[in-house]
């Protein structure tokens, strides 16, 4: 069973953390989780159910994870295995998550990708976003897998969309002249772009809009 212990810092204070699997007793503190990490306009029905946080647990829980700190659930990560194909990466949330309720996971999959990732607000300064995207990457490591991989939301092109198209947005946070706080993140850990996707995700933030960006195991 994965567990990790680790102290993390609010300025110079260090706070000691735990990743580890979440479980069915933290169901509650997840969805709080979801609620003030994705508030409106980003659409409530994509907040987790108890259906959907038990199939997580259920089928591939070693992509469960949650950060503890202060003796509470403070932030999460999800992701299942699929089967990836680099010449047909074309696809939505919906298609590859099921929607989040993860049943298209492939336990013979050669990738683990990323259904979803948030931090309670006030504790997002304390990089545990990172952390987890890191203790994933040992996740693809144990298992031998080929890679992560994801769409990663681009919430920052709403304010320029009628000003630049998606591909130019995307180029200028590359070039460091746009931050974008999803995607700038992803790069800062480790992540690299694969494709900008259409219709990803109903997420007017983005226009509907992801960057696919992945993490090459370098084991494999």
Not at 56 to 74: K, N, Q, S, T, Y
Not at 88 to 114: C, F, K, M, Q
Request: proline share 7%; with cysteine; net charge negative.
């Amino acid at each position: 069973m994965y567990r990790k212990e680790l102290f993390v810092f609010d300025g110079d204070r260090p706070l000691k953390a735990v990743i580890r699997p979440y479980t069915e007793a933290d169901f509650e503190a997840l969805i709080q989780i979801q609620r003030e990490s994705f508030p409106p306009p980003f659409p409530e029905e994509l907040w987790w159910t108890k259906e959907q946080l038990g199939n997580h647990v259920r089928l591939f829980p070693e992509g469960a994870l949650c950060v503890e700190a202060d003796g509470e659930i403070v932030a999460s990560m999800t992701g299942l295995l699929v089967d990836y194909d680099p010449g047909d990466p074309d696809h939505t949330w919906a298609e590859i998550t099921d929607s989040g309720y993860i049943t298209t996971h492939r336990p013979d999959g050669n990738t683990l990708y990323v259904v979803d990732i948030g931090a309670r607000p006030s504790y997002r300064k304390l990089g545990l976003g990172k952390w987890l995207m890191l203790s994933m990457y040992e996740v693809v490591v144990r298992l031998q897998l080929k890679r992560l991989l994801g769409g990663g939301r681009i919430p920052g092109y709403g304010r320029v969309a009628d000003e630049m198209s998606p591909e130019a947005y995307v180029e200028a946070v590359l070039r460091g002249t746009r931050r974008d706080p999803v995607m700038t993140f992803l790069l800062k850990c480790g992540r690299t772009p694969v494709k900008l996707v259409a219709d990803y995700l109903e997420d007017e933030e983005s226009r509907n809009y992801a960057m696919l960006m992945e993490w090459k195991n370098p084991f494999h």
